[in-house]
Every structure is written in structure tokens, then in C-alpha cells.
């Protein structure tokens, strides 16, 4: 019996895969996904490193079970919504899952292997796309260019986002004066306009996710 039939099916002691994989997901959130070590794992859940690969096969099996759950964590609509809002709904969704687990993003995009959980969520973004009347080749490409949208504005949203709006207005004030006069006027031209409206994540997120979905409308249409 594997590792994971185990730890589903329950063992003697009190952990199981489920309780061994959000502990793995509370470490990530708290410290950082850097910070997730079996030796740490172990020392956060009372047991030694070795028990818990009655759990997990090994550090990968336990990355992908934790893509398992953020993945369960993105909502979907029910039926009889159109299909781009349906698309809107589930990319806000998962942006509220990166909140929550800052380290997600990046690991959804590097994970080469596929669960059960993994193939489910493709399988329901697809249907929404072939039912809207895209061809399997065009709802495949739909997919990706969401995706990658979804996950690359995660990915690269620090890069403009400090904080808060007064925290951002703030940041952006002292990004504008360490600025030499006359160098990177573009870059201090932007800079200088956060500092008088800071920058709106939520609104930069969807001002992107609206030109990909008109987009795809369009080739539909």
C-alpha cells in the first residue's frame, strides 16, 4: 500500500495525510514556502521527520497534496452563468487563495505533476469554454492565457503593491524623491501619480482580466 493510501485510510497515531498536509500549508503561510522542511514539519506537528512519510512519499508528494487543497479552495459558479462571468468569478476566487497563501502561485506554476483534484479543475474550466462554443485547440489557448494571467499578476503584483492605499501613497512618495531630476522620467511620471492616487490591486487585476476575457469574446463572436 503507498504512502498516500495510508495516510487517507488513517494509521495508529493521531495524524493522517489531510492534517499532515495543512499543517505543511499553515508553515508556508506563516514563514514562507522556503521555510517547509520535513524536520520542521515534524517539530511543528510533535513527531520525528521520519513518521511523517507514513503520510507522504516525501517532500514532493506533500507539494502536490498541497496544490490539491488550494486548488479545492477556488470556487466555481453554479450553472446557466455566462461563461465570462464565470471566468471573472473564478479568477477573483483564486486571487483571494494567493492572498491567503502568498506562496501558491508560484508552486501551481512549477508542479509538473497532476492529482485527481488538479485534472478535475482543468476539466470543469474546459467545459465552461467548449460550452460557451470555443473548439477544444481555442478553449485549451483560452485557458492558458487565463491562467497565465491569473498567476503571473500574483507572481508580480509586489513589484507595485506595498501595503495599504496609505502605505502605497506613502512608498511611492519616497520611490518619487530617490528618483535623480531628469532620469526615468516614465518611471517617475507613473511613480508620482501612485503618490497622489495609489496604486488600486484590486482594480489592476481586473483592468487586466477584462482585456483578456473581451478578447476571448471576441474570437468567439
Known sequence: MTARATGESGSRDTLNRLRVVRAAMDLADESGIESLTMRELGRRLGVEAASLYNHVAGKDDL???M????????EFPGEGVDWTEAMRR???SARG??????????LMDSRERSDASTLSYADRVLGILLRAGFSPGVAANAFLALDSYILGFERQRSTLS????PENA???QEFVATIPEGAYPSLARVAAEYAEQP????AAFDFGLALVLDSLQRLLD
Open 63 to 65: 507539494l502536490d497534496g
Open 67 to 74: 496544490v490539491d487543497l488550494v486548488v479545492a479552495e477556488i
Open 90 to 92: 473564478r479568477a477573483v
Open 97 to 106: 487563495v494567493f492572498a491567503r497563501h502568498p506562496w501558491a502561485a508560484g
Open 162 to 165: 506595498w501595503g495599504d492605499e
Open 170 to 172: 506613502e512608498r511611492a
Open 199 to 202: 496604486f488600486d490591486e484590486a
